[in-house]
């Protein structure tokens, strides 16, 4: 078993920055490719960024590719999202999941365990 808490959500203004992080429970979080997913009002959670297990490779979203940066400190159990020149259509509650998958993983039904979420309100 493997349980993730976010946080570091927020309002934050348009073109302004937010890190966000995910700690995660358990001996094993190297074992594990982590990825972080969203969701917006009235919209299906989607998915934003991959993380391999060692954190060499990164898989983005092309929504969020050159803003956003994931990496990841398996000694502290732990991976962040640094999430730069937001947009107001980067509003939504944010939720970060492990998997023990290979590959780059971007559908939700490949990710084991999943956090509660973290709300990110960007302002215009």
């Known amino acids: 078993q493997v349980q993730l808490v976010e946080s570091g959500g927020g309002l934050v203004q348009s073109g302004g920055s937010l890190r966000l992080s995910c700690a995660a429970s358990?001996?094993?979080?190297?074992?594990?490719?982590m990825g972080w997913f969203r969701q917006a009002p009235g919209k299906e959670r989607e998915f934003v960024v991959h993380?391999?297990?060692?954190?060499?490779?990164?898989y983005f979203a092309n929504s969020v590719k050159g803003r956003f940066t994931i990496s990841r400190d398996n000694a502290k159990n732990t991976v962040y999202l640094q999430m730069n020149s937001l947009k107001p259509e980067d509003t939504a509650v944010y939720y970060c999941?492990?998997?023990?998958?290979?590959?780059?993983?971007?559908?939700?039904?490949?990710?084991?365990?999943w956090g509660q979420g973290t709300q990110v309100t960007v302002s215009s």
């Open positions: 999941a492990a998997t023990s998958g290979t590959g780059y993983t971007t559908r939700e039904g490949q990710y084991d365990y």
């Open positions: 358990g001996r094993t979080f190297s074992s594990y490719a």
């Open positions: 993380i391999s297990r060692s954190g060499i490779y990164t």
